[in-house]
């Protein structure tokens, strides 16, 4: 059972370069979310979907974009890379959050940006 | 606004008991969860709380109060393994959004 899968792992950019992270998940799972984590900072919210077609901004959305055309795939794009998008992101998906059920996290991208 | 505080770091020794306190302001509610995160992997998950009072989980434990913004997570006989950081995070009404605090890394010496 693979759970959520992220690809790539790990990733070095050029400043302006663009590039997708990806991520899918094989549990059915509705809801599904992107997230930075950066020394001392947590956590912080990207985007998340809460459903094929639907997506939202979380606490830090700028300079990203996401789509949700399947279920199964919530793919992360970084339009113009910057320095300070240098990162660990992890993806995350859920049934229902609100319900009490628990997000499963990906292994996570290290992606930095010189 | 949204405020989730939680201590940087603690200490504790190997068979003991520690408390890591979350406290939060986050525009509605709808559930808190903790999450344990070793070093370099993903955060795993521990334990959720939505009404008052205290769950229980064979070593874990986690408190709620929603009239005071405040929950712990107690963590009993302590082992070396449980060095960690620990997540306390709020999701809000309608469920959609889940917001992290910083974490508190638990450091548990022999």
């Known amino acids: 059972n693979a759970g959520v899968t992220q690809t790539p792992k790990f990733q070095v950019l050029k400043t302006g370069q663009s590039m997708t992270l990806q991520c899918a998940q094989d549990?059915?799972?509705?809801?599904m979310s992107w997230y930075r984590q950066d020394p001392g900072m947590g956590l912080r919210l990207i985007h998340y979907?809460?459903?094929?077609?639907?997506?939202d901004q979380g606490e830090v959305p700028n300079g990203y974009n996401v789509s949700r055309s399947t279920t199964e795939d919530f793919p992360l794009r970084l339009l113009s890379a910057a320095p300070s998008q240098t990162s660990v992101y992890f993806c995350?998906?859920?049934?229902?959050?609100?319900?009490?059920?628990?997000?499963?996290f990906g292994d996570g991208t290290r992606l930095s940006i010189l | 606004g949204q405020n989730i505080d939680q201590p940087t770091e603690m200490t504790a020794t190997e068979g003991a008991i520690v408390q890591i306190n979350c406290t939060y302001q986050?525009?509605?509610?709808?559930?808190l969860f903790w999450y344990q995160q070793h070093a370099g992997e993903a955060p795993t998950f521990l334990s959720y709380?939505?009404?008052?009072g205290l769950e229980e989980k064979g070593r874990f434990s986690s408190f709620l109060s929603r009239s005071k913004g405040y929950s712990y997570l107690l963590l009993k006989e302590l082992q070396m393994k449980d060095s960690a950081s620990y997540l306390c995070?709020?999701?809000?009404?309608?469920?959609?959004?889940?917001?992290f605090g910083a974490g508190t890394r638990l450091f548990v010496k022999a």
């Open positions: 709380n939505v009404l008052d």
């Open positions: 995350a998906s859920s049934q229902n959050p609100g319900m009490g059920q628990p997000q499963h």
């Open positions: 979907s809460v459903g094929a077609g639907i997506t």
């Open positions: 986050t525009s509605g509610f709808n559930g």
């Open positions: 549990m059915n799972h509705e809801y």
């Open positions: 995070a709020v999701v809000n009404t309608g469920g959609f959004k889940t917001i």
